[in-house]
C-alpha cells in the first residue's frame, strides 16, 4: 500500500525552522529507504516564504496572497511517499525519518487507489 509521509518541522518562537537534524543525518536516511526499496517518490520543499495560496471566491475569481501563514509552529518541509505492506510499517518508516525529531512531526496518509 502506498502512503504519504508529509514532514512537518517545528518552528521555535523567531519563525526559524527549530532542531538539529544535519543533511547527513538526512542523507542516511534517505539511503535506508531507497536501499530497503519502500520508497517511491520525495522531495524537500523550497523556503515556505516563497509559497502562494490561492482561493477561489464565490463568484470564481481567484485571489493569491503570499505563503501558507496559518497560525502555526510547524511548516511543511517535505515529503516521502512509500509503498509498504501496512500503515504499522509506514508509522515504523515516519519514526526513523529525522523530521519526526527535535519538535518535528510526520503525517502519515494513505494514498487513495482510484484504479480498483
Given at each position: 500500500?502506498?502512503?504519504?509521509?508529509l514532514i512537518n518541522a517545528a518552528l521555535d518562537a523567531g519563525g526559524e525552522v527549530a532542531g538539529g537534524c544535519t543533511p547527513a543525518d538526512w542523507q542516511l536516511f534517505?539511503?535506508?529507504?531507497q536501499e530497503a526499496g519502500v520508497y517511491l517518490s520525495g522531495s524537500?520543499?523550497?523556503?515556505?516564504?516563497t509559497a502562494a495560496t490561492v482561493r477561489v471566491d464565490d463568484r470564481g475569481e481567484?485571489?493569491?496572497?503570499?505563503?501558507p501563514f496559518a497560525e502555526s509552529r510547524e511548516v511543511l518541509?517535505?515529503?516521502f511517499v512509500v509503498d509498504v505492506p501496512d500503515l504499522d510499517v509506514a508509522l515504523d518508516w515516519a519514526a526513523r525519518c529525522p523530521g519526526s525529531r527535535d519538535g518535528g512531526s510526520?503525517?502519515?496518509r494513505p494514498l487513495a487507489d482510484h484504479e480498483g
Open positions: 500500500m502506498k502512503y504519504l509521509m534517505h539511503k535506508e529507504i524537500s520543499l523550497a523556503d515556505f516564504t481567484r485571489l493569491v496572497t503570499d505563503g518541509g517535505g515529503y510526520i503525517v502519515v
